[in-house]
């Protein structure tokens, strides 16, 4: 029997909330797109900006990018504009939304560190960001860059010869591949395709008397620590991996 393979990919979105942690949690490689172009809005705005929870309510983090005629850029280009001490901001908002959580002081510090290091590309901060969590939580995933792929195709194409020069038997999608993957593609590549199937259980939070789902993954790494983290994906898993 061939053994299975299974890999993932997402853009290397900053903060990211649990649910994409809970694709690299099942998966065997998780790729980090970087290749692809930058956006700043949209179902794809995510690639610079989240939200923690503040005593007021959701408060965004934007990275500020340089973007004035740089319409195409990738996300491996997008350059962070140093015109402000963004960094700090985001530390202090952070800080301040946080020092209250029962996890802050076992989280916190290694944070901080991160953010006091200088970034001048976005990609490098994500990816120094998503490995710290992985890191924090003990997933063991190789992670590699799409950019070393040097992807011809698009839309499907992209996905597929993603996922064949990265090994895979079978390929794990966000729920939203269903919406521009072409089945038949992959089923003619015999590439197996599964798509995420993951639920964000309530979890209590610093502020709030009702539940503010989809939040980056500070607001549960600081309210439930690693143990609760890692008990919310497992228990909101249900992606179910090929035998």
Not at 39 to 58: A, D, E, Q, T, Y
Not at 80 to 98: G, M
Not at 139 to 152: A, F, G, K, T
Not at 211 to 238: A, P, Q, R, Y
């Amino acid at each position: 029997m061939n053994s299975v393979t299974l890999v993932t990919a997402h853009q290397a979105n900053y903060l990211p909330y649990l649910g994409f942690f809970e694709k690299i949690l099942v998966s065997d490689r998780y790729i980090l797109v970087d290749d692809t172009q930058f956006v700043k809005r949209g179902p794809f705005g995510w690639i610079h900006r989240n939200r923690i929870l503040s005593p007021n309510g959701p408060q965004w983090l934007s990275v500020p990018i340089k973007t004035q005629g740089k319409y195409d850029q990738t996300i491996a280009e997008a350059e962070i504009d140093q015109q402000t001490n963004w960094s700090r901001k985001h530390l202090r908002a952070i800080e301040l939304s946080y020092r209250k959580a029962k996890f802050f002081d076992d989280i916190f510090p290694e944070l901080k560190e991160i953010y006091q290091q200088r970034w001048t590309h976005l990609v490098d901060l994500s990816e120094a960001l998503i490995l710290w969590v992985l890191k924090t939580l003990d997933l063991q995933c190789p992670v590699e860059r799409s950019s070393r792929y040097q992807i011809q195709g698009q839309g499907s194409n992209y996905v597929l010869e993603l996922a064949q020069k990265g090994g895979a038997t079978h390929y794990l999608s966000g729920v939203h591949g269903r919406d521009y993957l072409d089945l038949k593609t992959f089923e003619e590549a015999e590439m197996g395709l599964l798509f995420q199937d993951f639920t964000c259980h309530p979890y209590e939070q610093v502020y709030g008397k009702e539940f503010t789902s989809h939040l980056c993954i500070l607001d549960v790494l600081f309210c439930m620590g690693k143990k609760g983290t890692l008990d919310l994906l497992h228990k909101g898993s249900h992606t179910e991996r090929p035998s």
